[in-house]
């Protein structure tokens, strides 16, 4: 079993950075590939950005590249979303998702096997 825990969401003003992190349990972290995930009120999950079991390979959704980074530090069993330049469509909860089966970034949400519980991320105009 892996336990996700998102935290460091919260309220910004547009154009304000806030980052994101997902601590993990388990001892196999190193090797899983891990997400970010988003979900707006009305909307269906999407994609935000991917990174392999080294941090070696990193996908983004064209929506946020070149505003969010996405990283890791296996050491401490955490994946970051460092988010810039935030705008008021950026508004939703934010998803932690591991891959266990796989360390290459995905893509697909049902590529992922544990999910965290989200964190709000909410950007005023």
């Known amino acids: 079993q892996v336990q996700l825990v998102e935290s460091g969401g919260g309220l910004v003003q547009a154009g304000g950075s806030l980052r994101l992190s997902c601590a993990a349990s388990?001892?196999?972290?190193?090797?899983?590939?891990m997400g970010w995930f988003r979900q707006a009120p009305g909307k269906e999950r999407e994609f935000v950005a991917a990174?392999?079991?080294?941090?070696?390979?990193?996908y983004y959704a064209d929506s946020v590249k070149g505003r969010f980074t996405i990283s890791r530090d296996n050491a401490k069993n955490t994946v970051y979303l460092q988010m810039n330049s935030l705008k008021p469509e950026d508004t939703a909860v934010y998803y932690c998702?591991?891959?266990?089966?796989?360390?290459?970034?995905?893509?697909?949400?049902?590529?992922?096997?544990?999910w965290g519980q989200g964190t709000q991320v909410t950007v005023s105009s």
């Open positions: 998702a591991a891959n266990s089966v796989s360390g290459w970034p995905k893509r697909g949400a049902y590529e992922y096997d544990y």
């Open positions: 388990g001892r196999t972290f190193s090797t899983y590939g």
């Open positions: 990174i392999a079991w080294n941090g070696g390979i990193t």
